[in-house]
């Protein structure tokens, strides 16, 4: 079972960790603001699955965490989620900290060379969406492969049985 717990500083400058979003969903999604293609495309599927939602979408939180916090500052997140994926909070911190982070979710990432830039680096890495319910307890998770419709239909089911049991 993942632990879910991190300790972090959101794009806004804020310490959060996870109890910092009680109360509410976390949909939480490790990457990094410099990836090509696959966080792109993962960003998009969430924030399509959150538009088919509609109003239910505002019980969950978004969360993007980096992977790469030397480069994914604040600032960073920040510029990249507002013009991109605005659903988003972007969160980062020190290497250590998202290293705990990484570990709590069990997520695997390798910093390499990227085949597309001589100078820079890539850092692929596991790519699941994760769904934390509202205490903080670990649901489900969706894999970067999703329809943006059936993780509609995955995140509606989550909300309709928190409903039913509370």
Not at 35 to 62: E, F
Not at 91 to 117: H, M, N, Q, W, Y
Not at 124 to 146: C, E, I, N, Q
Request: aromatic share 10%.
């Amino acid at each position: 079972m993942l632990d879910g717990t991190f300790s972090l500083t959101d794009h806004d400058g804020n310490a959060v960790t996870q109890a910092s979003y009680r109360g509410r969903f976390m949909l939480i999604y490790f990457g990094f603001t410099h990836c090509r293609k696959v966080c792109p495309r993962s960003l998009a599927c969430m924030t399509a699955a959150l538009d088919a939602l509609g109003d239910a979408a505002g019980r969950i939180v978004p969360l993007y965490i980096t992977v790469d916090p030397e480069r994914d500052t604040p600032e960073v997140m920040k510029s990249f989620l507002e013009e991109n994926f605005p659903r988003f909070t972007g969160l980062t911190g020190s290497r250590e900290a998202i290293d705990r982070a990484k570990a709590s979710f069990r997520v695997f990432t390798r910093k390499g060379p990227d085949p597309e830039d001589a100078e820079g680096y890539a850092v692929p890495h596991t790519a699941f969406a994760y769904l934390l319910g509202p205490d903080g307890t670990y649901l489900t998770h969706f894999m970067d492969t999703a329809d943006p419709a059936k993780m509609a239909g995955g995140l509606r089911d989550m909300l309709a049985k928190s409903a039913a049991t509370a």
